[in-house]
Nanobody, 121 residues
């Protein structure tokens, strides 16, 4: 069993910053790609930022220059630093990870339950 637990969401004013964290725990042999997705009401879930185990980063065009993603492999943790927040960033943010559970296992995708980010004055 694997759990991904997000934290750090909340209410912020436009132009403000938040730092989201996601900690993976449970049956983990190795974490491969990790990422942050978001979903606003009426919209599909979209990729915000992804990061490989080696640290290669992919950012959505809408957040380039404002957000950055990082990870700490020793802590099984991925972060999303969000700066210059805009109202259109309001969404539930979900952590995702590809997890290899044992020496004999292939990778499997897991999701956190999400954390709400609201950007409003």
């Amino acid at each position: 069993q694997v759990q991904l637990v997000e934290s750090g969401g909340g209410l912020v004013q436009p132009g403000g910053s938040l730092r989201l964290s996601c900690v993976a725990s449970g049956r983990i042999f190795r974490l491969n790609d990790m990422g942050w997705y978001r979903q606003a009401p009426g919209n599909q879930r979209e990729l915000v930022a992804g990061i490989t185990r080696d640290g290669w980063i992919n950012l959505a065009d809408s957040v380039k220059g404002r957000f950055t993603i990082s990870r700490d492999n020793a802590k099984n943790t991925v972060y999303l630093q969000m700066n210059s927040l805009k109202p259109e960033d309001t969404a539930v943010y979900y952590c995702n990870a590809e997890v290899v559970g044992s020496y004999y296992s292939g990778g499997m995708s897991y999701w956190g339950k999400g954390t709400l980010v609201t950007v409003s004055s």
